[in-house]
């Protein structure tokens, strides 16, 4: 079955540039969407179709798409950005959804 | 306000069954795709399945195929999931989830809005 592949863990200062990644062989055909999951809460939307940012998400963050690869880039992260990251895709061809395995954001 | 919410989680034993209700208010309920999604405890989101707004297009993850059931009751804006034959390994919080845009366009479109999500305890 398809997946999608994430770092488990990615780390910063508070001010840095943090950057999540994904690869998938269908992304180059299939948009991604990013949800940021906090402890005990629901996922939020905060990247959809590759790049696109939903109303009342932060400037800084945002999204891109090359070949299989997806980056979520977290510009001058907060403490408050600690949280897990998943991408989101559908397999090529469009019969199942797949999450990625997520990745631990840790700003400190 | 749009809600979704969960019910009917709980303990079963391996090889019972369970059926899932999500509840929705707020939103024309028969003009978007719902999902289900599930959580093992200290795990990541796992995608299980997704009906089109009009019930008419039904997808199902390896995981779950031949064994899950996903349907909908637009005379009752809620969303089920019928879970037979379950494992240990669907051991889960179950969230139901909204598409974002509505129509049969949109069935694979990012979720908008969650509930709360249901715990499922496969165990004997």
């Known amino acids: 079955s398809y997946e999608l592949t994430q770092p488990p863990s990615v780390s910063v200062s508070p001010g840095q540039t943090a950057r999540i990644t994904c690869s998938g062989d269908a992304l180059p055909k299939k948009y991604a969407y990013w949800y940021q999951q906090k402890s005990g809460q629901a996922p939020v939307l905060v990247i959809y179709e590759d790049s696109k940012r939903p109303s009342g998400i932060p400037e800084r963050f945002s999204g891109s798409s090359s070949g299989t690869l997806a980056t979520l880039t977290i510009s001058a992260a907060q403490v408050e950005d600690e949280a897990d990251y998943y991408c989101?895709?559908?397999?090529?061809?469009?019969?199942?959804?797949?999450f990625g395995g997520g990745t631990q954001l840790t700003v400190l | 306000e749009i809600q979704l919410l969960e019910s009917g989680g709980g303990l079963v034993q391996p090889g019972g069954s369970l059926r899932l209700s999500c509840a929705a208010s707020?939103?024309?309920?028969?003009?978007?795709?719902m999902t289900w999604v599930r959580q093992a405890p200290g795990k990541g989101l796992e995608w299980v399945s997704v009906i089109s707004g009009s019930a008419g297009s039904t997808y199902y993850a390896d995981s779950v195929k031949g064994r899950f059931t996903i349907s909908s009751d637009n005379s009752k804006n809620t969303l089920y999931l019928q879970m037979n034959s379950l494992r240990a390994e669907d051991t889960a919080v179950y969230y139901c989830a909204k598409a974002g845009r509505g129509g049969s366009y949109y069935l694979w479109d990012y979720f908008d809005y969650w509930g709360q999500g249901t715990l499922v305890t496969v165990s004997s």
């Open positions: 989101y895709s559908t397999d090529s061809s469009g019969n199942q959804g797949v």
């Open positions: 707020g939103f024309t309920f028969s003009s978007y795709a």
